[in-house]
């Protein structure tokens, strides 16, 4: 909690609260990009530039509204004919806020609430993709009175977490600047989730590129992910009405991966010495817990019959984040684990295949 309000209080200092206007210079952030003001035109139109860890071509075009202090609207630019924010399309609302030290810009959503917000920041882009992680680790229900959010860091949770948020922290009469945006940020993200379960496609809806059939899937497979590793919280709990390791097996891997297993099992109980799994392979450590938690999930590729994913979990409350990768089969009409690595480089230069170190070991020309 102190290291979260430590950083925050930093980037209050280093940010110029008195600037009345977008100016040259100026970097947001969104939690995935930075965006950099490349020039004011006419004193109107505000032209800026983006770069991710992607290292892709971004622009950003606002329009200066007359006669409104801090609004603009959104508009296109020359290599963006998509608006770069799901549920906010062009000649919809910017406001460029300026209150209590703090400077964003929030970006309206056609449905509710806001599609974004993107903070005024003095750091590179290392140095923002750093706090962006660091956030990512800590519990949203804290964040969301301390900071302001981003649709970044709502996108892994599902609309149920979110719905708590406006129930519990931040439901107040009186909100404070950053609960009052953080709230319509989050009405924004529910309202556009639902729109695209309802009617299919809004308008924005795709602006990646994806079509809807592609998202529906990656959705799925994520929500899959998300299963299985409630239920692995409640296997790692143990105890009546909770899954046994076994049930757990069967439920969420394949018949090969479970084969493998018994096989390195059995080959162990043969063998003096360091047995090969000295660890839960589920959550890269000794001591699985009953607390773990996703903190995001990507889909790296995915087809009608396989997915892979990248999930980025804690184990127990206030470890360091690990990255595994999963790669899933489906398997009786369910997708199942197939195989799992470790993406943890600082362990495992080149990353640990779960499932070709266990067919090495089983191979007997392996055998000293």
């Known amino acids: 909690m102190k290291k979260i309000a430590s950083v925050i209080a930093v980037l209050a200092l280093a940010i110029p609260s008195a600037a009345q206007t977008i100016e040259k210079g100026n970097k947001f952030f969104n939690g995935e990009t930075l965006y950099t003001v490349q020039e004011v035109r006419m004193g109107t139109i505000v032209y800026m530039t983006g770069e991710n860890s992607a290292g892709d071509y971004l622009e950003l075009t606002l329009e200066k509204v007359p006669d409104k202090a801090g609004e603009y609207t959104l508009q296109p630019s020359v290599q963006a004919d998509d608006s770069p924010f799901p549920g906010a399309g062009f000649g919809d609302k910017v406001q460029y806020v300026r209150r209590q030290g703090m400077n964003f810009l929030a970006v309206s959503s056609y449905l509710e609430g806001l599609a974004e917000i993107l903070v005024l920041t003095p750091d590179n882009l290392k140095n923002c993709l750093g706090q962006q992680e660091f956030a990512e680790s800590q519990s949203l229900t804290e964040l969301a009175g301390m900071m302001l959010l981003n649709r970044s860091l709502l996108d892994v949770y599902d609309i149920s977490d979110l719905v708590d948020l406006l129930g519990g922290p931040l439901k107040k009469d009186n909100p ?94 043969k063998q003096d010495g360091i047995n090969f799994y000295d660890h839960d392979y589920w959550t890269f450590s000794q001591d699985p817990s009953p607390d773990i938690k996703v903190q995001k999930i990507d889909v790296d590729e995915i087809d009608e019959d396989r997915a892979t994913v990248f999930v980025r979990f804690v184990n127990w409350p206030g470890d360091e984040p690990q990255t595994m990768w999963l790669e899933l089969v489906k398997e009786d009409g369910e997708f199942k684990v197939n195989n799992i690595r470790d993406y943890d480089e600082a362990f495992y230069p080149g990353h640990f295949d779960y499932m070709k170190e266990m067919m090495d070991y089983l191979d007997p020309e392996n055998d000293e």
Request: proline share 3%; aromatic share 8%.
């Open 176 to 269: 404070t600047v950053i609960e009052l945006y953080n709230r319509q940020l989050v009405e924004g993200v529910i309202a556009f989730r639902n729109a695209s379960v309802m009617f299919g496609n809004p308008d924005g809806l795709g602006a990646d590129g994806r079509g809807e059939d592609e998202i529906e899937a990656e959705e799925a497979v994520k929500e899959r992910v998300n299963q299985i590793f409630k239920d692995l919280a409640r296997r790692n709990a143990g105890g009546e009405g909770n899954p046994t390791p076994e049930e757990f097996e069967r439920k969420y891997t394949t018949a090969l991966w479970l084969w493998t297993v018994k096989e390195v099992i059995r080959k162990d109980e």
